[in-house]
Every structure is written in C-alpha cells, then in structure tokens.
C-alpha cells in the first residue's frame, strides 16, 4: 500500500519533527480539489484494480483529495466477495491509512435529493449519484473511470463536475 502512509522527517533546523503531508497540504490551497470513486481506494484495500487507477494514484500528491465513507462501504461490498477472513487485517490497515492520507468529506443533504433527481433521469447505482452529488455540492470534481456514468451525465448536461485520469494528467 505505498500511496496511503503517512512518514515523518526531521526538520533540518532544529529537533522538531514534522509531518510531510502537512507541508504538501499547505502548498495544494489553490490546487484541484477532487473526491475520488471507489476504484482509487481498493488499491489501498488491497484490491487489484485496473493500470489506469493505478497510474493516476501517484499523481493525487498534487491535489487535494476527498474520500466519502460511501466508497469505504462500497469497497467493503467487494471485498466480501473476494477476501479470506485471515486477510481482514490488511484490509482494516488499508482503511486506516485512506482516512490518514485523504481529507473526508461528508455528504450534505441536499446531495441525497440531488442523487434522487439522477436516478429517476436514468442511472440506477445510488452510490455513484451521491457521490457525484456531492462533489458537485462542495464544488469538487468527481474522479471516476466509469465511461457509462460519465456518458450518462453527458447525455443529461450533467458533467459539469467529472475528471477523468486523462484529465488529471493534464492537469500536471
């Protein structure tokens, strides 16, 4: 799980420590906020994933990233599937290090309303509705690789608020 530990280091002047992660927060205050989907906190959880979420994981140090406690349940649902009892101490350790490296955003109210409205527009997962409903109430992009919801907030001018890892590259 090389994307989610936090490190410590000495500062050069003095005995004082300090977090990394701190000074690279102070420098994202103007950088593209974004909540990721669940593909980009399986890693973390031990999950293998497709090469395109893994390559754009390493750029998340340029941004300032969001997780929801939706992508930690969806994830849980798939790990159910495919993960021995014996193996829930690395996932457990997964989860510990997606809430140290990522700033949770929790999801506002009217984002459960918003996530009704693109459902009955034609999107049946709940899940990714509030997720893109709430980056879109905190003013976040949502980072996804599924092209069928992406095609869908398309069709209903709705991807007002969607990146994509290609754009995250090219953001860089």
Not at 102 to 109: A, E, G, N, T, W
């Amino acid at each position: 799980m090389p994307y989610g530990f936090r490190f410590t280091v000495k500062s050069s002047v003095g005995s004082r420590s300090r977090s990394w992660r701190r000074g690279v927060l102070l420098s994202r205050k103007s950088a593209l906020k974004v909540l990721i989907d669940t593909s980009f906190i399986l890693p973390a959880l031990g999950v293998e994933v497709e090469k395109e979420v893994m390559d754009t994981i390493p750029h998340f140090r340029r941004f300032e990233v969001y997780y929801s406690e939706l992508s930690i349940l969806e994830a849980m649902w798939k790990i159910l599937k495919v993960t021995r009892p014996e193996n829930l101490s690395k996932v457990m350790m997964g989860i510990e290090s997606v809430h140290a490296s990522y700033k949770h955003l929790p999801i506002p109210s009217d984002a459960f309303i918003r996530a009704v409205e693109l459902y009955k527009k034609g999107h049946s997962d709940y899940i990714d509705n509030l997720l893109y409903s709430t980056a879109q109430a905190n003013n976040l992009k949502f980072l996804t690789i599924d092209q069928s919801y992406i095609e869908f907030l398309e069709r209903n001018s709705e991807n007002g608020h969607i990146i994509t890892p290609k754009e995250i590259t090219r953001v860089i």
